[in-house]
């Protein structure tokens, strides 16, 4: 009796998982990470492993002549609803609704903002969100350059006029008055779509790069939620908390008064369940020096849990202290319903630029594997204090290199090595978390190397499949954005006393200064924690096969050099797109093994967005983001992959 009621539980929970966590649902694509959980998975195998080497490019939708110049960028993820994509096109962010199996355009939004709201503002995009009553009402939500929320009936492009003021919502009027807005000093801007629940919109928020800001006074970038029906302010999370809140005692000498940015520029995640939303938040001001703001510096660099009605905080875990790294969590958290040592868990996972997973119990926010708090280096800047320890991931084993020694460094012939050894001359090397280090050209000091840098993971992320319960995460291993410096701020520079310096690390000849692989897919089981496998992001780049310094060299499998994949799942394959600024490939692997089963070049650039998958009219579609090509004077464009039509009269392939 207690083994059949042992089997009975057995199965009640894995139903209980695949209820749970299905991805994306009926066939269509509502969210830019395909459900609420941020899984990129959808259950559509009409494409499969094998009949994938016969996809054809369906549909091109292109962005040539949107916004003020050509947009070499897209990073997004369009959504799918009813028959009907929507997604941004161009540096004014205009919005565009297309056939889903034609590519034709339906309609399209824009709005004209003024100059002086958009200059110096980061125009990248990763999407819309959408919104339904249920009963026939939709939406489509965005956020312009210009900080401005703007509602639109998805059905016909035109604005809300319930919603705000005539369907606008200027979101630099809502702040609160302690925020320490100051265009002049740091703009808000957006970079993610709002998180959408229920009649609740959450605004992601981003500023400027911090790397040498115009002051430690800077504008603070705090979490702000609207009524999606009418537009009206709901609440507000203090990411820096103020006086008497949680947390203002991470923050030395009064600094949480007067420090900015800790924004959340990522996509948000939902537990549509729990009504919960689990925030990825950024570094303070700056990013490389702190001393003006001594201690931990809650809620930066963390995960935190909110409840979504209230905006009241339900749980954090700070997963860099005192962030002087540029270490923000730079993705989407994922939701996995797992199982770990027979017992079943709402788990969420927090993919970070140090190239870890951390797994936690969304309901609550315990780890499920320990989390260690080790000692680290420690800084010998004038006036920085860095945190004595920083949070171990125990399990999954990390995805990516950490930390930095001569061993690093490429060495498929002697002289490649000592061309090595000579470009890394003046920098200071170390495990991770070895604090920026002075950049001094009298003294030939150049700063701190060490990785993974702001690379490992970034806001690529990664997906997860609930049907097997692994995660596949996209790496690069990236020399550019490993280099941590500081120098004493020039005078009427800021009234920070010491500013970063320059990331951009040595080549040699355009070549990595160190091992491949350079860019990796990793599988874990989080079942278990263990890596199932990992593989490099595509084989050797053309360029480097044919590079001089490399004639005669039998080289490994060293993937793309540049950023990591962007990946999507399904039923049988995991699709990833090359990334940006690497080679222009869309690939697919056997998403078991990591085997490559297909590989296509693509036009004009490779894939800069994440892919996602839909089902229309018994036909399933893949649609990904390419990069632009500006030496062929081509923007960016959308890519839509499908199986050829069988001839006529010939049965399509069964749906599932």
């Not at 639109?152 to 919603?163: E, I, S």
């Not at 705000?164 to 320490?180: A, F, M, P, Y």
């Not at 609440?235 to 800790?262: D, L």
């Not at 967005?609 to 090509?629: C, E, N, R």
Request: glycine share 10%; charged share 20%.
């Amino acid at each position: 009796m207690a083994r059949l009621m042992a089997t009975i539980m057995a199965l009640l929970l894995l139903a209980m998982t695949i209820v749970a966590q299905q991805g994306a649902k009926n066939g269509e694509w509502r969210r830019i990470g395909g459900d609420g959980g941020n899984t990129r998975y959808s259950p559509l195998d009409q494409i499969n492993a094998q009949n994938v080497k016969n996809l054809r490019v369906a549909w091109t939708w292109k962005v040539d002549n949107f916004g003020s110049g050509l947009e070499m960028k897209n990073e997004n993820t369009p959504l799918m609803v009813e028959g009907v994509l929507y997604f941004t096109a161009g540096d004014r962010r205009a919005i565009v609704a297309a056939d889903a199996g034609t590519g034709e355009t339906l309609w399209v939004y824009r709005y004209q903002e003024p100059t002086d709201r958009t200059t110096g503002v980061r125009k990248n995009n990763r999407g819309v969100a959408y919104w339904s009553d249920g009963r026939g009402q939709s939406r489509i939500l965005t956020v312009t350059p210009g900080y401005q929320l703007i509602s639109l009936n998805a059905k016909t492009g035109g604005v809300d006029p319930a919603f705000g003021n005539r369907g606008i919502v200027d979101l630099t009027e809502q702040v609160e008055k302690d925020s320490n807005f100051n265009p002049s000093i740091a703009h808000l801007m957006n970079t993610s779509p709002p998180l959408v629940f229920g009649d609740v919109a959450i605004i992601p928020t981003a500023l400027e790069n911090s790397r040498a800001p115009k002051s430690m006074k800077s504008t603070k970038a705090d979490l702000m939620a609207f009524n999606v029906r009418t537009g009206k302010k709901m609440w507000s999370f203090h990411t820096v908390p103020r006086k008497g809140e949680v947390g203002e005692e991470t923050w030395g000498n009064g600094s949480n008064i007067y420090t900015g940015h800790t924004g959340a520029w990522a996509p948000f995640t939902v537990d549509e369940q729990l009504g919960y939303a689990y925030i990825p938040t950024e570094a303070p001001t700056g990013d490389q020096f702190g001393g003006q703001r001594p201690g931990n510096n809650l809620f930066s660099s963390a995960i935190v849990c909110i409840d979504i009605k209230t905006g009241k905080r339900v749980w954090h875990y700070q997963l860099t202290h005192h962030d002087v790294w540029d270490y923000d969590m730079p993705t989407a958290p994922i939701l996995a319903d797992i199982t770990v040592n027979g017992k079943p868990i709402k788990a969420v996972v927090q993919l970070t630029k140090q190239a870890f997973a951390f797994v936690f119990d969304r309901t609550n926010g315990q780890p499920v594997w320990p989390i260690e708090e080790r000692p680290v280096p420690q800084s010998d800047v004038p006036g920085e204090k860095t945190a004595p320890t920083q949070p171990f991931a125990t399990r999954p084993a990390p995805v990516d290199r950490q930390g930095f020694t001569e061993n690093d460094l490429i060495d498929f012939t002697p002289q490649l090595k000592e061309m090595a050894l000579a470009a890394i001359k003046g920098y200071r090397l170390g495990p991770m978390y070895t604090p920026p280090s002075v950049v001094d050209a009298a003294k030939g000091t150049k700063g701190t190397l060490t990785f993974p840098g702001s690379g490992g993971i970034d806001w690529e992320g990664g997906a997860f499949d609930p049907e097997t319960g692994f995660l596949y995460i996209g790496s690069a291993t990236r020399p550019d954005t490993a280099v941590y410096g500081v120098e004493k701020a020039k005078p009427g520079q800021t009234d920070v006393e010491m500013v970063g310096t320059p990331s951009s690390a040595p080549t040699i000849q355009r070549l990595p200064i160190v091992k491949p692989p350079w860019t990796r897919i990793t599988a874990i089981n989080l079942n278990s924690g263990d890596t199932a496998w990992q593989v490099p992001n595509g084989g050797t780049p053309e360029w480097v096969k044919n590079h001089p310094l490399l004639k005669g060299v039998t080289l490994p499998q060293t993937g793309s050099v540049g950023r990591a994949p962007l990946l999507m799942v399904t039923k049988t394959l995991l699709f990833a797109g090359s990334g940006y600024n690497t080679e222009a490939a869309f690939r697919a692997y056997d998403k078991k093994t990591g085997q490559l089963i297909w590989e296509t070049p693509t036009e004009p650039g490779p894939p800069n967005g994440v892919p996602m998958t839909y089902l229309h009219k018994g036909k399933q579609y893949i649609v990904v983001a390419v990069q632009g090509d500006l030496s062929k004077r081509a923007a960016s464009q959308l890519v839509a992959f499908a199986l050829p039509d069988p001839p006529s009269g010939a049965p399509r392939p069964p749906v599932d």
